[in-house]
């Protein structure tokens, strides 16, 4: 099992930004993969961004592309999504998810991510 505590969710202008942290406890060695998702008001959870936790590919949604950057510190289990250029479209609760060698999901929380225009 591995359990995940996301932070740094908050209230920014237009083209400002953000830095959300997800911390991984548990059963972290078996951790694939990291990753960050979004769901809006009314729609469905979407992809945002992921990484190897080998550092080793690394996958963005083409609309965050050049804006996000998604990073990892191993010795501090954790994954961190830097959110530049923030839009209003943006706005939505930002979830951590993590990949285990056994194709298996796990989910934070969540973190409210508004951005006003």
């Known amino acids: 099992q591995v359990q995940l505590v996301e932070s740094g969710g908050g209230l920014v202008q237009a083209g400002g930004s953000l830095r959300l942290s997800c911390v991984a406890s548990?059963?972290?060695?078996?951790?694939?993969?990291m990753g960050w998702f979004r769901q809006a008001p009314g729609k469905g959870r979407e992809f945002v961004a992921a990484?190897?936790?080998?550092?080793?590919?690394?996958n963005y949604l083409d609309s965050v592309k050049g804006r996000f950057t998604i990073s990892r510190d191993k010795a501090k289990n954790t994954a961190y999504l830097q959110m530049d250029s923030l839009k209003p479209e943006d706005t939505a609760v930002y979830y951590c998810?993590?990949?285990?060698?056994?194709?298996?999901?796990?989910w934070g929380q969540g973190t409210q991510v508004t951005v006003s225009s």
């Open positions: 990484m190897t936790w080998s550092g080793d590919s690394i």
């Open positions: 998810n993590s990949r285990d060698m056994y194709s298996r999901d796990y």
């Open positions: 548990g059963s972290t060695w078996s951790v694939s993969v």
